[in-house]
Structures are given as structure tokens and as C-alpha cells.
């Protein structure tokens, strides 16, 4: 096994030497690479991928940001090889969304007795500036404004579920509708005063969020919620249904759509996220499809 591991995701330290605990026991032979600086995953993969052989595994170490570092790098160099996963995040909304163990021992067993890849979507969004990968979603308005905040606060390796959504109270005053043109394989639609576009094929996000319940990484398909704009007291309203019945997509300021691809244009700057890693306001238009990608998972 080949560790690419984030120390500066929320365990820190700690990860590496647990790692070592668990692999020492093991008949596994093992490499481990720290990330050094941002997106020094993707660097690592893209050059890591030309060692896998047959009997050897590239693991991803880290929060949902580093598994969507390593998948960057290795769609960068086309590497058709299956990457593993041990989540140490703050969020792990992947992990969480497939079930995946969440400490080292048990994350390595996992890998260990996993015989074969499973094929998952990994959404591709291609702007005018870039093309932006996501194992979770992308997301532009609220969510986005979310993340900014919390990247200004450097308080992000404590993000979890209700600490997200407090920011999203806080963010909410700092979020002024926009409109958006969505267009699909199925139909095009004009919102005028949204607060969030979201494209997700895992059922959470913002650290265990479930934006989308239905959405399932394997299907092809891309699960879409706009929110349109609502008052403070309808935002309650639909937190509180997302936290206990799940049953906030009825409410009627909320849309999800599912499609094979879409693209949509934001009239004015928004923030936005990818996997929890902020989005700069320089994107108006982008189309989002979906690409098969093996995982030992």
C-alpha cells in the first residue's frame, strides 16, 4: 500500500502513527507520503500512479478534500487504477455516504479483505476557467458562502454537522439571492431569486448534512437542489426537517432534479465548494457530467 496522508486533516500526527501500529501487524509491505502543501495530493498521485502494479494500492488519507485531491491527480495522468480511502476528516461525508469505516484499524481491514473496485460516479464540472472534480458535490450560493466563512475563521478541522449548519444561519444574512438559468437533459429552468444550486451524488455533505437523501454515487446520475430564496423563519423550518424526517425537499422553495448532466449559469458572482474546499467568485457558467471511477472500497 501506497499512503498519500493530509497530517493537517482533523487527527493530525496521529494518523501516520497509527498507520505505521496497524501496517507493522500486517503481511502488507507500505510507503507513506505527507502531503506537504495544498493540492500536493494530486502532485503525489499523478506521480505515484506510474509505480501500482498489480499487488499494490494507492490509499488516500485524509478528509474528503484529500480523497479529491488524489482522484484529481490520478483522472489527470487518465490512471484507470482503483483508489483507496481511509477518512480522518472533519466532514467525511464520502465515508459517511457508503458506509465506509472511520478509524485506521478498521479502515485497513476494510481494504485488506476488499477483493475487487466498485465503480462510482465522479461528478466533472467544466467552467469557463477549469474543470473542477468531486467525489461529493459542487455547489454555488449558500453552501459556497458557508465555506468561505469558515475558511476566514480557520476553524475548519472542528466542521461537523451542527456546526455547518450554524454557519449556514450565519451565512444566510450574507447570502443575497441570484438568478440562475439551469438547463437539462430534460428540460431548462429559470429561477429568479435562488440561495443555493447544489450538484451532489452522495446523499451528505457539510459533515453529515443529508442535502439529498435519495442520491447514491453509483446510478450515473446527478441529483440537483436549488433553493430558492426563503425568510429566516422558513430556514428554520427547513434545518429542522433536514436534522429529524429528512423530508425538507417537499418544502416548496426547494427543487431537486435528476439528470444525466446539466449546465447552468449564475448572473451574478457567487461563492461556491467543492467536496468542502472553497470555489472563488470567478465561475458564470458551468456544465456538470458524470465519469465511472474505481475505488477499493
Known amino acids: 500500500m501506497i499512503f498519500i496522508v493530509n497530517e493537517f486533516s482533523r487527527n493530525g500526527k496521529k494518523t501516520t502513527h497509527q498507520i505505521r501500529q496497524v501496517m507493522q501487524r500486517s503481511n502488507s509491505t507500505y510507503e507513506i507520503h505527507i502531503t506537504q502543501y495544498p493540492k500536493h495530493a494530486t502532485v503525489l498521485a499523478e506521480h505515484l500512479a506510474d509505480k501500482v502494479e498489480n499487488d499494490t494500492l494507492i490509499v488516500a488519507v485524509g478528509g474528503d478534500g484529500t480523497l479529491n485531491e488524489a482522484v484529481q491527480g490520478l483522472l489527470n495522468v487518465d490512471a484507470p487504477i482503483p483508489l483507496a480511502y481511509i477518512a480522518t476528516g472533519s466532514g467525511n461525508d464520502f465515508a459517511r455516504s457508503l458506509g465506509l469505516p472511520l478509524t485506521i484499524e478498521a479502515s485497513v481491514k476494510n481494504i485488506l479483505d476488499t477483493d475487487s473496485p466498485t465503480y462510482l460516479d465522479v461528478l466533472i464540472g467544466t467552467s469557463d476557467y477549469s474543470n473542477i472534480v468531486a467525489v461529493n458535490s459542487i455547489g454555488f450560493g449558500l453552501d459556497g458562502m458557508v465555506i468561505n466563512k469558515i475558511d476566514k475563521t480557520k476553524?475548519?478541522?472542528?466542521?461537523?454537522?451542527?456546526?455547518?449548519?450554524?454557519?449556514?444561519?450565519?451565512?444566510y444574512f450574507s447570502q443575497k439571492a441570484f438568478p440562475l438559468k439551469l438547463v437539462t437533459d430534460k428540460q431548462n429552468y429559470i429561477y429568479g431569486e435562488s440561495l443555493l444550486i447544489v450538484c451532489t451524488n452522495n446523499k451528505f455533505f457539510g459533515g453529515g448534512i443529508p442535502i439529498h437523501p435519495e442520491a447514491v454515487a453509483t446510478d450515473g446520475m446527478i441529483d440537483l437542489v436549488i433553493a430558492e430564496k426563503v425568510s429566516f423563519k422558513e430556514l428554520l423550518s427547513i434545518l429542522f426537517s433536514i436534522l429529524t424526517t429528512q423530508s425538507h425537499l417537499k418544502h416548496p422553495k426547494l427543487h431537486s432534479h435528476r439528470v444525466a448532466s446539466c449546465s447552468f449559469t449564475l448572473y451574478t458572482p457567487q461563492y461556491g465548494q467543492r467536496d468542502g474546499e472553497l470555489i472563488e467568485k470567478n465561475i458564470q457558467n458551468m456544465s456538470v457530467r458524470t465519469v465511472k471511477r474505481p475505488f477499493w472500497i
Not at 476553524?155 to 451565512?171: E, M, R
Open 155 to 171: 476553524n475548519k478541522q472542528t466542521i461537523g454537522k451542527f456546526s455547518y449548519l450554524a454557519s449556514v444561519l450565519s451565512a
